[in-house]
């Protein structure tokens, strides 16, 4: 019996491999060679439309590992607590920006020692954006990075790292006003209106307007330490241009672009790559998600990205890779991509003074036939080498469980079933338990063996298990009873425990519901030493 309880005991006898539970990795190499555990609209709680906006989602972000966070400012009426912070033209709540600012003061540097990036998302006018430099300096003091700080520092310095910038906030804005800035009537008539007054006094009003623009312009480029770029609409489509582009950005820039953009540039995957070696880059979930779902984030990480920004409240599949990924590295918001992502080598076309070789420009394929041919090309120019490795096996030995409940239900009756999904960079296989075991959630048994073939890069790939519950019901679906996800790099082999995260938010639950497997992972090659 006592080693019965070792075996089923998740702490002791975890699948997680522990000596990972620490930050073990290089901290010294260059921001861009690392993926930041990033989230989108922050502020949201529930659902993007009607929910609430709620400065403690940011310290429940930062508390889980979070390291970049967004703050939409809307305009707040000239209130001191600086502008409103919501989701523009929707029905959302909004709180305010003193608010989420003493909020991620609070808890920035609870968990992780390193950066905290500000994304901010400004519509907002040239006092208001004044106000919010009072408000951050401050809130935040001296952990405010300044710009002229941050342009000081060369992309191979020591400065420019995750060590380097050791509990430092960096502001993520356009130095260029921004549209809420921009001359209008509405403008004019907030201050009286001009039709009143001599040509040189609407000359003077204009001058004075100007020159209020200009000191909030300088005023918030001063403390933009992470200066976002934005890419042409008129080039997203072609991506050799986007390419060339991005050379031209300095290492403090950062490009966002949306899932719908880099899903088409998943045919470019060595090319961008290879980009994202000197170049930031951040993606965001489309605008049709009003559910807050989240988009597959092993896609976005195979391009390179670095701040791959997830709806974090909401928690599916892809937040529980997301979470894997990020557990790597003892929770610190920041992972070592993998070696052959961030190796000078991998780019054929680099020289030694640090420059890359142009591509010519071309026009957008308008045919099969040129899109096939500019993918050879940049083949060519890009040959990103990842490591040639025999593809690996995985196999699972599903023996048993204790614990299994139904949180969200009076009833102690439940009939598990476990579901197991492998994804990673070109890969997905589900399978499922052939029975449930009827009106047994105290130590139901299994005994069912599954495995994995073909998967080819295993620092890349993600193991997700989950409990179920048959319903009686026809028409009712079957009930998810807990979760959980690990990255195969991180996975402890022989018989283990897994531990399951309850799905019903705020149940309160006796035990935790535990799953014993044996995991088999066969691969000749080993992970390389380069990796860490």
Same mark, same amino acid.
């Given at each position: ?74 305009? =707040?009426?000239? &209130? ?7 989701? @523009? %033209? #929707? *029905? ?87 549209? =809420?800035?921009? &001359? ?7 201050? @009286? %209106? #001009? *039709? ?337």
């Amino acid at each position: 019996r006592q080693f019965q309880g070792y075996l089923l005991d998740y702490q002791t006898n975890g699948w997680y491999d522990s000596a990972r539970r620490y930050v073990w990795q290089d901290m010294n190499q260059p921001l861009t060679h690392y993926f930041i555990n990033s989230s989108h609209n922050t502020y949201c709680s529930t659902h993007q439309l009607k929910g609430e906006s709620d400065p403690a989602m940011y310290t429940k972000v930062l508390r889980e590992g979070c390291r970049c966070v967004e703050i939409d400012c809307w305009p =707040g009426g000239g &209130d001191p607590r600086g502008p409103r912070v919501t989701h @523009g %033209g #929707t *029905a959302m709540t909004s709180c305010w920006f003193t608010e989420v600012c003493v909020a991620i003061n609070e808890a920035s540097f609870e968990v992780s020692p390193f950066p905290v990036i500000l994304s901010l998302e400004l519509h907002v006018d040239d006092m208001e954006q004044t106000l919010m430099v009072e408000i951050m300096r401050n809130i935040f003091g001296e952990q405010l990075l300044t710009a002229k700080e941050m342009e000081a520092m060369t992309f191979g310095g020591k400065e420019f790292t995750p060590l380097g910038l050791l509990r430092k906030i960096l502001v993520k804005c356009k130095k260029e006003k921004s549209e =809420g800035d921009e &001359d209008s009537s509405d403008d004019d008539d907030a201050v @009286g %209106g #001009t *039709a009143s007054l001599t040509q040189d006094e609407q000359q003077q009003e204009r001058l004075l307007k100007q020159a209020r623009k200009s000191a909030a312009n300088n005023r918030l480029a001063a403390v933009s330490t992470v200066q976002a770029k934005a890419l042409p609409k008129n080039v997203r489509g072609n991506i050799k241009t986007c390419i060339n582009l991005l050379r031209t950005y300095k290492h403090f820039n950062i490009v966002s672009i949306s899932e719908g953009v880099f899903a088409k540039w998943m045919k470019f995957i060595p090319a961008a790559a290879a980009t994202t070696q000197s170049t930031l880059i951040r993606t965001y979930p489309k605008g049709f998600r009003f559910d807050s779902s989240n988009y597959n984030p092993v896609e976005a990480w195979e391009l390179g990205a670095q701040c791959v920004a997830l709806n974090l409240q909401t928690h599916d599949l892809n937040y529980y890779i997301n979470r894997a990924l990020f557990k790597t590295n003892g929770d610190s918001g920041y992972v070592l991509k993998p070696h052959w992502m961030r190796e000078k080598p991998a780019l054929a076309n680099l020289k030694e003074d640090g420059t890359y070789t142009k591509l010519a420009d071309s026009a957008p394929p308008t045919s099969k036939y040129e899109q096939q041919a500019q993918l050879v090309e940049m083949a060519k120019a890009y040959p990103l080498v990842e490591p040639v490795r025999d593809r690996a096996t995985l196999r699972i030995h599903v023996i048993c469980a204790q614990n299994i409940s139904n949180p969200g239900s009076s009833s102690d009756s439940v009939s598990p079933y476990i579901t197991i999904t492998v994804i990673g960079p070109k890969y997905r296989d589900v399978r499922t338990t052939k029975t449930s075991i009827r009106n047994n959630g105290f130590d139901p048994h299994w005994l069912e063996m599954f495995e994995f073939t073909n998967i080819t890069c295993v620092e890349m790939t993600y193991l997700y298990i989950t409990i179920w519950t048959k319903t009686s019901g026809l028409k009712v679906s079957d009930i998810l009873l807990g979760e959980n996800a690990i990255n195969l790099s991180n996975l402890r082999r022989g018989y283990r425990a897994v531990p399951f995260f309850n799905s019903v938010p705020n149940a309160r639950v006796r035990k935790i519901a535990v799953l014993l497997c044996n995991f088999e992972l066969q691969m000749n090659t080993t992970i390389d030493s380069k990796d860490i």
